[in-house]
Nanobody, 112 residues
Framework: QLQLVESGGGLVQPGGSLRLSCVAS????????MSWRRQAPGKERELVAV????????KYEDSVKGRFTISRDNAKNTVYLQMNSLKVEDSAVYYC?????WGQGTQVTVSS
């Protein structure tokens, strides 16, 4: 059974940092690119970052470039999203995604 489980969300002040993790199971993790997406209330779900199978290629949504870093550890079947200099507008539910498989999401709230 394909499964993605996110963790690491929470409440943080503007300018703070969080590190999200997503553990995958049920498929050969190292064979697939992985992505992080987010959805804020009343907004469409959007792609935040994507990483290639080996981790050598990454792409980011414009608003997070220079602040977020996606990485992966294929030995641990885990993909990460390091989020620095967080802004109020980064508040959303963050999802790990591969193809049609989604995690349950983890809430990130940036507020003073």
């Amino acid at each position: 059974q394909l499964q993605l489980v996110e963790s690491g969300g929470g409440l943080v002040q503007p300018g703070g940092s969080l590190r999200l993790s997503c553990v995958a199971s049920g498929f050969t993790f190292s064979d697939y690119p992985m992505s992080w997406r987010r959805q804020a209330p009343g907004k469409e779900r959007e792609l935040v970052a994507v990483i290639s199978t080996g981790g050598g290629i990454t792409k980011y949504e414009d608003s997070v470039k220079g602040r977020f870093t996606i990485s992966r550890d294929n030995a641990k079947n885990t993909v990460y999203l390091q989020m620095n200099s967080l802004k109020v507008e980064d508040s959303a539910v963050y999802y790990c995604n591969q193809g049609n498989t989604w995690g349950q999401g983890t809430q990130v709230t940036v507020s003073s």
